[in-house]
């Protein structure tokens, strides 16, 4: 332990315990709460979405400056690190085994202003990342990696400075960071995988589209303006149709299941790497005979500092 400027006192332990056991647990946090975090997931989604979305639909045709879309670009940059904060909160309370209260889901509002300056950064790291040279994108990279730990910092300890939380995220990432990108790294494979899927369930709608295509060309061979317009205005929407309903859901809720499997085990990580959770000979790997007991709900072995 160490102190770290702003008298904040840093834990700094090196993540022992495998990426598979870290995502175990975090399944069995999930166990009965999976409905609860696919809606939480979506409506901090929605919530995050809806400025882009209305940015989407008052974009000028063509490259002119627009007041509009930049008004809610800025209100999604305003948005992002507040429901980022609320996000964190609620998912080290479900892996935590501790109940999503309203003070969980409006953490990142109470403490806007920490919230906003954390998503500031962000923003321009990410920034960096995407649009800096090589050398630019790598520093960028190195430098997210380093704050990932921020939000979860300022959710558990609320009465920081974001400058204190982004001092503490940088200690605990110390020595950290390529487990770090091993845990990302072992869910590229589902992420692979759902768009696989998300591209064979499209296949569906393939024969309705070439039904109505040649509906419509057979139209146009009758030279009838009017015709070819009825026609149009007829053709009945796939998004109405029941196959393409299934195909939106899956598209919609596979997404949003991976995201909430990938958070809860980021939380677990976070615990890990700041010293919250260890086992009684201040291990990280072991789980004992089973699960529950202690105050996470988990292995009598494990218990908070």
Do not use: H
């Not at 995407?130 to 990696?145: D, N, P, W």
């Not at 790294?185 to 696989?196: E, T």
């Not at 499209?202 to 026609?231: L, Y």
């Not at 997404?255 to 890990?272: G, H, I, K, Q």
């Amino acid at each position: 332990m160490r102190t770290v400027g702003y008298t904040v006192m840093i834990n700094n332990d090196p993540v022992t315990m495998s990426t598979r056991n870290i995502k175990k647990l975090a399944r069995f946090s999930l166990k009965g709460r999976w409905w609860e975090a696919l809606i939480v997931a979506l409506v901090f989604t929605i919530v995050n979405q809806v400025p882009l979305y209305l940015a989407d639909m008052v974009r000028p045709e063509g490259e002119g400056f627009s007041p509009w879309v930049f008004a809610f670009n800025l209100l999604a940059i305003a948005l992002t690190g507040a429901v980022t904060l609320s996000t964190c909160s609620y998912y080290l309370a479900l892996f935590r085994q501790q109940p999503a209260t309203r003070k969980t889901f409006t953490m990142g509002f109470r403490y806007y202003g920490k919230a906003l300056i954390l998503g500031c950064i962000q923003f321009l790291l990410q920034t960096l990342s995407y649009q800096g040279g090589l050398f630019v994108s790598i520093f960028a990279i190195v430098l997210i990696l380093r704050y990932t730990m921020s939000y979860f910092v300022l959710a558990e300890e609320p009465e920081n400075s974001a400058l204190q939380a982004l001092a503490k995220s940088r200690f605990i990432m110390i020595g950290n960071k390529m487990k770090l990108i091993s845990l990302i790294l072992s869910f590229a494979g589902w992420f692979i995988l759902i768009s696989f899927a998300a591209s064979g369930v499209q296949i569906m709608r393939f024969p309705a589209i070439i039904d109505e295509m040649n509906a419509f060309m057979e139209t146009m061979k009758n030279s009838d303006p009017q015709a070819v317009i009825n026609m149009a205005a007829a053709v009945p929407s796939l998004a109405a149709s029941e196959k393409d309903v299934v195909v939106r859901l899956f598209e919609l809720l596979s997404p949003l299941a991976l995201s909430v499997y990938f958070n809860t085990s980021l939380a677990c990580f976070y615990d890990l790497a700041s010293g919250s959770m260890v086992t009684e000979d201040g291990g990280q790997t072991g789980f004992g005979p089973g699960y529950g007991g202690s105050a996470y709900g988990r292995n009598d072995d494990y218990d908070r500092r």
